[in-house]
């Protein structure tokens, strides 16, 4: 998806902004990612949409540049154009983006949605566990990602049906932190280095806010990387955010 031209820009991945769909996927298999979210996002008379991913009954986690007026979660969907009867659509009554996210260094790039009535767990809906608070992925780990986003960074098309890719998370300093490339902004602190630039596999435009998965937990959240769509992207760490993610669901726990 990413190829390794380090040219000094940058993309976030809402659809139509940075991280959109998936690169050098497949669809994936339907509900097999029960966790998976849907995020249609309204931004004044405009539309945008993103992924995210449960994890409580009534918690939705996503990147804070997938922020908007109005966002409305659906979950248990796998072809997004079809009103499947496995769906279900649930307002956001109030979104918490992480209070030191940067739109400029995309730094704590973390969102909790707080929806408006529970999600119903069944086989098509279900919670996705979190890390250890400050565990670290090995590089070399193969992990997965999803999304509805863009295919190719040579249209503006996205993808009507859940797709998916395996990609290796990479050492951080595949990611270097020269100023004059796009990963000058790089914190190996709060940011995950993951896709290889041999294999051009990788999340774009449209996958923000979906979850990096190792080894069944989710470990990264999708937020930017190269306008061409090329290996390595960068995703937010979520085990940095653990503490944080408890102590927002317990505030606002009834």
């Not at 630039?197 to 937990?217: A, H, I, R, Y």
Request: aromatic content about 8%; proline content about 7%; hydrophobic content about 35%.
């Amino acid at each position: 998806m990413l190829i390794l031209i380090l040219l000094p820009v940058a993309f976030l991945l809402p659809s139509g902004t940075g991280a959109g769909e998936i690169i050098g996927g497949r669809e994936a298999k339907p509900h097999s990612r029960p966790y998976m979210a849907y995020l249609e996002i309204q931004h004044g008379d405009n539309s945008s949409f993103c992924g995210g991913f449960l994890v409580s009954q009534n918690f939705v986690l996503t990147a804070a540049h997938c922020n908007g007026d109005k966002i409305i979660v659906i979950l248990g969907a796998h072809d997004i154009t079809k009103e499947e009867w496995s769906q279900q659509v649930i307002p956001v009554r109030r979104h918490y983006p992480h209070q030191d996210y940067s739109n400029e260094t995309h730094n704590n790039d973390i969102m909790l949605l707080e929806l408006k009535h529970k999600a119903r767990l069944n086989g098509y809906v279900r919670l996705i566990p979190l890390p250890m608070a400050h565990q670290r992925v090995r590089p070399g780990t193969v992990c997965s990602v999803a999304g509805w986003g863009r295919t190719s960074a040579h249209n503006n098309l996205s993808s009507d049906t859940l797709r998916e890719v395996d990609v290796v998370v990479m050492q951080d300093a595949a990611c270097p932190r020269d100023p004059d490339v796009i990963y000058r902004d790089y914190n190996p602190s709060t940011m995950m280095c993951v896709g290889d630039p041999e294999k051009g596999k990788s999340s774009f435009k449209g996958d923000s806010g979906g979850p990096l998965v190792c080894q069944k937990t989710a470990q990264g959240i999708v937020s930017w990387g190269s306008e061409e769509g090329t290996p390595p992207a960068v995703y937010t760490r979520v085990s940095t955010f653990i503490p944080w993610i408890r102590k927002t669901m317990r505030m606002l726990q009834p």
